[in-house]
Every structure is written in structure tokens, then in C-alpha cells.
């Protein structure tokens, strides 16, 4: 797993847009109206700047510091949060975040913020030169060295003068891809060295799988065509949206919404979902969408079933990433990866020999090896992997989670990061509800399509059932510092028991048989409620930092948002967390 935390936080980003969320008992969308917060006193993004100087004890907020927001989350009830990063002295504060929370007529609510000192480092001045932190950037990555940019780093307990340095084609990386490294711009000691993208199978699972000799054969099928398939009506001007249909791998027979470009001339490019488009990236290390190669057809009937056809996996890509976005418009209006109403990409065949499927903030798109041809044969283009990785995308652009570490072989450590592995299983699973394909019938299991042995990756109901990661059910302080795959079981346990609740059932054909750590008894408040609660308390209450503990009174937030802090809703949130460990007492 590989996620762009640090230099995510790092970039100043310009306030992007108003969501609402859903009211009531389930998820019914509440229409989204993405604005600019206007450069006024009365703009909520000023009330919260403002906010955070008046109240800077409880913020943390200090003299040299300057917030720059990052998005506007607005309430149906009028509530905001204003999601800011931080610049101390005009440096980006790595774990500087913060979210204030205003109330209808802007006052101040409180905050939730990532750090919990102060964010000035102890000194401004550097021993090591940009040329020096760069050459260490370069081995420690093995790889080129961009340009050194001085930091404070806020992110572990104090505030230490750092240089970030992005590495590009880092043997280091799978398939040469970015790290950001963070160097001590006092000791010259390597603070963090991250991978810029996110890669579906971890270092030590691919490890796992090669010392059991198993191979990822994910099942494939196809199913009749759907019907009612119509092409474009007849226009004298191009380009035009027409609806085409794909033969996939994984999914069957899907309806594509393309762009007509001539006559006998198709695109496949989404005009109705913001231009989502997926291009070949002929077997090269692409992060430039722009230098992939257009998929174009001349009938609009794309993809044959297998990998004979390069047009397959991209049948299989963008039939995944609509149904992403498909799910979070209609569940919660939020409007592409960003909530900026631009459309995903992807690029499918990249590299060579690539047996994994990524996130990456650099491009800001999917990319799909095609299998290493040894333990992974065919491409990794499963809708819920696509849910899965998506969904870092939203974290990326909301909360941020970050990982406390990273091994030397990239295999990522610590709460933060186990939590954003947790987000994109649920949230992943929840796509596959959401697109309800009978060729890929939704359930709490990620991964079930993979051909693996134990007959998935990772779930939901009873994540120990995994022993290829080694998933957790429930919280103990060892979790501090798990692998973040198999420390995401916590979470995702609680999610489940919140939903589900505890005790054996069978839905969809799956049967679940979820324990409880104190063997208590959970009667879970169904799917739509579990699922908007997590969502809120992730793009309201949870920033880079944000723990197990953090994640139990996030979700007790959201909660009491939406459903009152004496609902039944509200107490299942704590009983779902007490049931995996995780409670106020051993918070502390």
C-alpha cells in the first residue's frame, strides 16, 4: 500500500467546495452545489480563519503561521467545517492540519486539528544545504532528486526544520514510480521516505504469496448483453455523448456512456460523469494522463471478454471508476474524487510486467499493470479494487491519513494509515452495493474475485479469517505499530457490527458470523446508516493523525449530527466500537 500522505498535506491548496450530506435514517442524496468561497469577511472560509487566531489555545494556530483552505463542507442545518493546511513562517507544516467547525451564523463550535503542540520548530536555520538533502533523497529513494523545499515537520509529537525532496523514477518504488522523502535539515537524518502512489498489493503480501506459491487467477465471466443499447442520435456536430456497450473481464456484459467524436468515430470518455476517461499506457511508466494513447472505436462495442484485446481492461477500468463515482454522487452529492466536479482517469496496461493496481496523486488517476505473469496473471481491474483505491483518492483529498512509518521494503506502519486501509474497504464494498452487478454480487468481502485460496483478501464481518495479512478483530496497544492491512480490521469490524451487527447471518448468499471482543451482544442499524456516519465523521472530524480513538469520537460526532446524541444510532456507535476494544478508558 502506498499512499502520497506527506506531500498531500504539503501543498497549499485553494478553497474548493460546499457539500452537503444526507439527513434522515438513510443515505438519499441531498443535492450538492459546489461554490468558491467568496474573498469576503462574511465567507466561512474567513469566519474560520478567523475563528482559529480568536480561539488559538484550543486550535493551536500561532504567530507566523498561515492557514490555507482546503475545502468547505457545509450542513444541511447550516453547520460548516473548513478544512485548512498550515505554513509556519511561509513553510508547509507536514501534519499542520486542521478542520474548524462553525455554526450557522459562523461561531465557533471547536476543532479538530492533527497536531496537539506546537508547530515552530525549535530553530529556522538549517546545517544541511538544498544540494546536500537532495543527494540524501536520492540514495535513501534511489532515484532523481527534485528540487529541496524547507518544511516544518509537526507530524511526530514536536516540530523539527526538514527539507521535502520528491524522487521520481525510484528503484524503490514498483514500476519506478515517486517518493517523498523528508530529510532533517539539522541532522541530515531521514524523517520519512514514502511512496507517492498506492499499490492495491502490499510488499508483504506479494511476499506471503510467493512463499505459499499461490497465484491471483481472478475469475472472469460475461452475462448477456444489457439491453436497450442505443447510439448516438444523429447530430451534425461532434462531439456528441453516445452509449456504447463493453465486454469485461470481471464484470460482464456493461452499458459504457461514450463520446462520439464522427460518424463512425467513438471515444471512450464519459461526458455525463465530468470526462472520465481511461487511455493505454502502452506498457510504459506513465504519470502524465496526457501521454497515454486514447481508446477510440468504430461501432462503440468495446472489449471481447479477454486479454486478447488491449480494449478489455479498459472496458473493465472505466466501468469501475463510473460506478465509484456513481456511488458517492448519489449516496452523499459528492461530485468526483475531489468534490470538484472533475471527472477520474485511468491508464490501463502500465508498465512492464506490473502485477498491481494504483492510486497516484501525481497523476491523479488509476493505473493497472497487467500482471506480472507469475503470481498475477491478468489484470487487477475488480470493480472493488477500484472502489478500494478511489477511495484513497478521497481520503487524499479530505482527511489525509498518514502511515507512522514505512520499512525499508514500503510496507507502511500505525494507526492513521490502517484506518485509511479500513475507509477504502468499506467504502469499497459499499461500490459493489451500489452497482449491484449480478457478475459481481456485492458483499462485505474485498478481494472474493481474486482466485485466492482462502477464497478472499480481507473482510468486513471477522477480518482474522484473513491470514494472508494477518487483519486484526480487534484494538491493542501492538496495533500502534501494524502493518496497515492487517491493522485495518479494526475499523472495519466496528463498521460492520454497526451495520450488521454481531452474530451469524447470511446476506446476498454470504454467510457472516461476526464475534465481539467483550462478547457482548450488537444489533446492527443497517448498511445506509453506517455507511453515511463514517462518511461524515471522515470528511468532517478525521485529519492526518486521526487514530482508532480519534475515529470512535469522530464517528460519535457524526452520529450525534445526524441522528441526536440519544438516538439508538448514536449508542450502537459506542457499543460497535466497545465491541472491537476501543473505548474512552483505554484511550487515554
Not at 311 to 321: C, E, H, K, R, S
Not at 355 to 375: E, Q
Amino acid at each position: 500500500m502506498r499512499r502520497p500522505h506527506i506531500r498531500r498535506v504539503a501543498i497549499a491548496v485553494a478553497v474548493t467546495t460546499a457539500v452537503t450530506l444526507p439527513t434522515g435514517p438513510a443515505f438519499a442524496a441531498v443535492p450538492d452545489s459546489p461554490v468558491r468561497a467568496a474573498a469576503s469577511a462574511s465567507s466561512p472560509v474567513d469566519a474560520a480563519r478567523a475563528a482559529a487566531f480568536a480561539h488559538a489555545s484550543a486550535t493551536g494556530v500561532s504567530q507566523g503561521d498561515t492557514l490555507q483552505a482546503k475545502d468547505v463542507m457545509t450542513d444541511p442545518d447550516g453547520k460548516q467545517h473548513v478544512r485548512f493546511v498550515r505554513t509556519h513562517l511561509g513553510m508547509p507544516v507536514l501534519g499542520g492540519d486542521l478542520v474548524v467547525h462553525l455554526g450557522k451564523q459562523s461561531d465557533y463550535l471547536g476543532v479538530t486539528r492533527a497536531a496537539d503542540h506546537a508547530v515552530q520548530p525549535a530553530t529556522t536555520e538549517a546545517k544541511l544545504t538544498p544540494q546536500q538533502a537532495e543527494q540524501k533523497a536520492a540514495a535513501v529513494a534511489k532515484g532523481d532528486a527534485g528540487a529541496a523545499e524547507l518544511v516544518v515537520d509537526a507530524r511526530d509529537g514536536a516540530a523539527a526544520l526538514a527539507y521535502q525532496v520528491r524522487v521520481t523514477d525510484s528503484d524503490t518504488a514498483e514500476a519506478g514510480g515517486s517518493r517523498t522523502v523528508v530529510v532533517d535539515a539539522r541532522s541530515g537524518r531521514i524523517r520519512s521516505n514514502i511512496p507517492d502512489s498506492d499499490e492495491f498489493i502490499s510488499p508483504s503480501l506479494g511476499e506471503t504469496l510467493r512463499e505459499r506459491g499461490e497465484q491471483l487467477n481472478p475469475e472472469t465471466g460475461t452475462s448477456a448483453p444489457p439491453a436497450g443499447l442505443l447510439g448516438a442520435t444523429a447530430a451534425t456536430t461532434y462531439p456528441v455523448k453516445a452509449t456504447g456497450s463493453g465486454t469485461s473481464l470481471f464484470a460482464g456484459k456493461v452499458t459504457l456512456t461514450t463520446t462520439r467524436t464522427a460518424r463512425t468515430s467513438y471515444l471512450l470518455k464519459d461526458p455525463t460523469r465530468w470526462n472520465t476517461e481511461t487511455r493505454d499506457a502502452r506498457g510504459q511508466e506513465l504519470e502524465a494522463f496526457a501521454r497515454g494513447k486514447k481508446f477510440t472505436d468504430a461501432d462503440n462495442k468495446w472489449g471481447n471478454g479477454a486479454t486478447s484485446s488491449r480494449v478489455t481492461a479498459a472496458v473493465d477500468a472505466q466501468y469501475g471508476i463510473t460506478k465509484t463515482l456513481d456511488f458517492y454522487k448519489a449516496t452523499f452529492g459528492r461530485k468526483g474524487i475531489k468534490n470538484n466536479s472533475a471527472g477520474a482517469r485511468a491508464m490501463v496496461h502500465f508498465g512492464n510486467k506490473v502485477g498491481n493496481a494504483f492510486w497516484d496523486s501525481t497523476c491523479g488517476c488509476m493505473l493497472y499493470g497487467d500482471g506480472d505473469g507469475d503470481m498475477l496473471k491478468k489484470p487487477l481491474v475488480v470493480l472493488d479494487v477500484t472502489g478500494h483505491e478511489l477511495t484513497h483518492g478521497v481520503v487524499d483529498a479530505t482527511a489525509a491519513l498518514e502511515p507512522t512509518r514505512v520499512d525499508q521494503d514500503g510496507n507502511q506502519y500505525g494507526e492513521p494509515g490502517s484506518l485509511n486501509e479500513s475507509l477504502a474497504d468499506i467504502f469499497g464494498s459499499a461500490v459493489e452495493f451500489s452497482a449491484n452487478n449480478p457478475k459481481n454480487p456485492p458483499n462485505y468481502l474485498v478481494g472474493e474475485k481474486l482466485g485466492l485460496a482462502q477464497k478472499f483478501l480481507r473482510r468486513l464481518d471477522r477480518p482474522s479469517l484473513d491470514k494472508l495479512e494477518g487483519a486484526v478483530d480487534y484494538w491493542s496497544p501492538e496495533v500502534y505499530d501494524t502493518e496497515v492491512h492487517a491493522g485495518s480490521g479494526v475499523s472495519s469490524h466496528a463498521y460492520y457490527l454497526l451495520a450488521e451487527g454481531s452474530g451469524r447471518k447470511t446476506i446476498g448468499g454470504v454467510t457472516y458470523d461476526s464475534p465481539t471482543y467483550d462478547g457482548s451482544r450488537v444489533t446492527g442499524i443497517g448498511r445506509a446508516k453506517a455507511t453515511a456516519i463514517f462518511y461524515r465523521a471522515l470528511t468532517r472530524y478525521m485529519v492526518s493523525t486521526t487514530d482508532f480513538h480519534d475515529a470512535r469520537k469522530a464517528t460519535l460526532k457524526a452520529a450525534a449530527d445526524m441522528y441526536g446524541a440519544s438516538s439508538t444510532e448514536y449508542r450502537t456507535v459506542a457499543k460497535a466500537w466497545v465491541a472491537v476494544n476501543v473505548t474512552a478508558a483505554n484511550g487515554q
